[in-house]
């Protein structure tokens, strides 16, 4: 896979993560610990685009 489209794909699981950390703090079925880890998981991929980003 080339550089962008692996770009491409973190963009997409980050976007998709963003939506869950919303739709999960709207219910109040959901765990803060539940969220907390969407976010980690968010964080991570933000990180991991920014160092291919250089």
Do not use: C, F, Y
């Not at 080339?2 to 950390?21: A, I």
């Amino acid at each position: 896979m080339s550089l962008n489209g692996h770009l491409q794909q973190l963009k997409k699981k980050h976007e998709t993560l963003s939506k869950r950390v919303e739709e999960a703090q709207r219910s109040p079925s959901m765990d803060g610990s539940e969220i907390r880890d969407l976010k980690k998981q968010k964080l991570k991929i933000k990180e991991e685009i920014a160092r291919l980003n250089g």
